[in-house]
């Protein structure tokens, strides 16, 4: 089975670029969510959509971020303009629906850098 | 938020000593995961404890969910290098019902040396 697939796996860009981070969850799953992690702060839940529509984006940093899910099989989160702070890895995660024990699977992430 | 805490931060040992890694919380979990992530991948699930005082163990590996359910650990007996990564605890989120949103902690970074 194809896990969760994150692309890029690498993105360098200059800051006040438009970043765009896409995600293919695992087929089946009802539950999707974006993550960032940093030295700093671990690993910060950002948003999180259930069947394809945003249920919390409290996470999401300020509004230059914003994630969208046109359908069960693709997610993006969008940074515009993008800064250096905004430097991290970024996972995407799904899961199932049914029960809280149900495990998080994680893509690869997309290791961000902004000049 | 509930927070979660480990500890140590940081832990290198040698191949073949044993270790343990502590997740603790003032709050109560009906549930924790344990997950390990390694360089360059995201954070695989290990483990599940959902009973007050359960122990769970996976080859090498023991984990602990403690009674009052605000705190785990895990042991690991002859480290190998091979168990070297990012060690995160987490819980759902206290009022999440149905959501399934995860606190994660900051996590304990293990490197083996051979």
């Known amino acids: 089975d194809a896990g969760v697939i994150q692309s890029p796996r690498h993105e360098v860009t200059e800051m006040g670029q438009e970043v765009t981070l896409r995600c293919k969850p695992i087929?089946?799953?009802?539950?999707l969510f974006w993550y960032r992690q940093t030295m700093m702060r671990g690993l910060e839940l950002l948003i999180y959509f259930n069947n394809n529509v945003p249920i919390d984006d409290s996470g999401m940093p300020e509004d230059r971020f914003s994630a969208k899910m046109p359908n069960a099989s693709f997610s993006t989160l969008k940074i515009q303009p993008s800064e250096p702070r905004d430097s991290a890895v970024y996972f995407c995660?799904?899961?199932?629906?049914?029960?809280?024990?149900?495990?998080?699977?994680f893509g690869d992430g997309t290791r961000l850098s902004i000049l | 938020t509930q927070l979660l805490e480990q500890s140590p931060q940081f832990l290198s040992i040698q191949e073949g000593e044993n270790l343990t890694v502590y997740c603790n919380s003032s709050s109560v979990f009906s549930s924790l995961q344990w997950y390990r992530q390694e360089p360059g991948e995201g954070p695989v699930l290990l483990v599940t404890?959902?009973?007050?005082?359960e122990v769970k163990k996976l080859k090498r590996l023991t984990f602990q969910f403690g009674d009052a359910r605000k705190d785990s650990s895990l042991h690991i007996t002859a480290a190998q290098p091979g168990d070297t990564g990012l060690y995160l605890c987490?819980?759902?989120?206290?009022?999440?019902?149905?959501?399934?949103?995860?606190?994660f902690g900051s996590g304990t970074q293990l490197t083996v040396l051979p």
């Open positions: 995660a799904s899961s199932l629906a049914r029960g809280e024990l149900q495990p998080q699977h």
């Open positions: 087929s089946g799953h009802d539950y």
């Open positions: 987490a819980g759902p989120e206290k009022g999440s019902g149905s959501a399934r949103q995860l606190t």
């Open positions: 404890v959902v009973t007050g005082g």
